[in-house]
């Protein structure tokens, strides 16, 4: 079965920097999408990056320029470097993993890991 283990959250001071990772394991075949998102205290989740098979990425307004979304094929493993961090970047994150049939940060994802929490003061 599909797991997937986010690390790398903690707390920054606004306009720091963090790398959040994703190990994933289980996924059926290389042609799968990808995607990070976040959920706010008392807020929905949000997808905010996403990265196809092909390197072909989405972002969010909110966030481009500042976070990238990238892979370590060798390793199965999603990054997301955020930069310039802000307090209303603090978040729990979440990788997540589909099939690459259609991969943008408003899809629906199927597996998800348990979160990371990412905190800017």
């Known amino acids: 079965h599909v797991q997937l283990v986010e690390s790398g959250g903690g707390s920054v001071q606004a306009g720091g920097s963090l790398r959040l990772s994703c190990v994933s394991s289980?996924?059926?075949?290389?042609?799968?999408?990808m995607a990070w998102f976040r959920q706010a205290e008392g807020k929905e989740r949000e997808g905010i990056a996403a990265?196809?098979?092909?390197?072909?990425?989405t972002y969010v307004d909110s966030v481009k320029g500042r976070f990238n979304i990238s892979k370590d094929n060798a390793n199965n493993i999603l990054y997301l470097q955020m930069d310039s961090l802000q307090p209303e970047d603090t978040a729990m994150y979440y990788c997540?993993?589909?099939?690459?049939?259609?991969?943008?940060?408003?899809?629906?994802?199927?597996?998800w890991g348990q979160g990371t929490q990412v905190t800017v003061s």
């Open positions: 997540a993993a589909k099939d690459g049939s259609w991969c943008h940060f408003t899809a629906d994802f199927g597996y």
């Open positions: 289980g996924l059926p075949n290389p042609k799968f999408c």
């Open positions: 990265l196809n098979y092909d390197g072909s990425t």
